[in-house]
């Protein structure tokens, strides 16, 4: 790795605090249960399996009057049952979409949900993963382009001397593996994740050799959804090998990345395309403003 690429990254990871991460994670969390059926009830609470976190901070509420709705940060409801906004209903028959839509509108409680109930640690780390890829594909193709900057360099800890994809990719995936450990119920710190934070930068010189090597066989100017691609589908692999670490302890097999890196590939695809059709818009709007 040269030497300019290890100042970036070492510069951007002074600037990523895992203190947010735990933070984050430590927010203390109630979650309702409201259910006339006791058997919904059982059902709910399997589903979510509590554990016993670092932070010990979570707490399962049974809902018996309307003022226990306002003790509670989120929860689910047996179906055809009111309830408030901040209550999902809930499926018997398919909890996953259930927790997919109680995930889908409560982003900021992701990681302490994930650290008290186990049940949706899987649900929350995909998301996790994906969101990551997806901001890293942003920034792969959004400085392919003339005159328009990244909505991910808002991110505190982007600063000015990241200048190649390679840092910015890199950092961001260290920024998952603090996000993956607090979800899975371990203590974030660089000194925690130091094997995983080592394995993250020793591999970043490897995919951008992969990147080159791909998008320098493509024809001019058909390298942006490759480009990419390629991005998006290379932090998908290290958040499942990450995913895999944390959950069994211990790396992820290297048939088993290139199966996530193939995946990752054909599902991000449609993704993907939708970032480059709209970091093409924003060029050519700043261009015509210009």
């Known amino acids: 790795m040269s030497i300019p ?32 059926d006791e058997r919904c009830v059982d059902d709910i609470c399997e589903f979510l399996s509590p ?16 003022e226990d709705f306002s003790r509670v940060s989120v929860g689910f409801a047996e179906q055809g049952v009111p ?13 996953r979409e259930s927790a997919a839509a109680l995930l889908g509108g409560r982003e900021e409680m992701w ?15 995909e998301r996790l993963i994906w969101k990551i890829a997806k901001e890293n594909a942003l920034f792969t193709v959004a400085t392919s382009l003339p005159n328009i900057v990244p909505a991910v360099l808002v991110l505190p800890w982007a600063v000015g001397e990241l200048a190649s994809d390679t840092a910015f990719l890199t950092v961001n ?8 450990a607090a979800a899975h119920g371990n203590e974030v710190g660089y000194d925690r994740q130091s094997l995983q934070v080592g394995s993250i ?17 493509l024809p001019a100017g058909a390298g942006l959804v490759p480009k990419g691609l390629i991005a998006f589908a290379g932090t998908y692999v290290v958040g499942r090998a990450l995913e895999h670490w944390f959950r069994e302890g211990s790396p992820l097999g290297r048939a088993a990345r290139l ?32």
Do not use: M
């Open 5 to 36: 690429l290890v100042r970036q990254i070492g510069t951007a990871v002074r600037n990523l605090d895992p203190a947010t991460v735990r933070a984050t994670v430590s927010r203390p969390l109630k979650f309702g249960v409201l259910a006339a």
């Open 51 to 66: 554990v016993r976190s670092v932070t010990g901070r979570h707490e399962l509420v049974r809902i018996a009057k309307e």
């Open 83 to 95: 309830h408030p906004e901040h209550f999902y209903s809930f499926d018997r028959n398919h909890p």
């Open 111 to 125: 990681l302490p949900i994930a650290c008290n109930f186990s049940g949706l640690r899987g649900d929350v780390s």
């Open 173 to 180: 995936q260290v920024r998952l593996s603090f996000q993956l």
């Open 201 to 217: 930068a020793g591999a970043a010189l490897g995919w951008r050799a992969i990147a080159r090597q791909i998008v320098s066989k």
């Open 259 to 290: 199966e996530h890196f193939d995946d990752a590939k054909r599902r991000g695809r449609e993704a993907v395309e939708r970032i480059v059709e709209h970091a093409l818009s924003a060029s050519r709007t700043a261009v015509g403003r210009a």
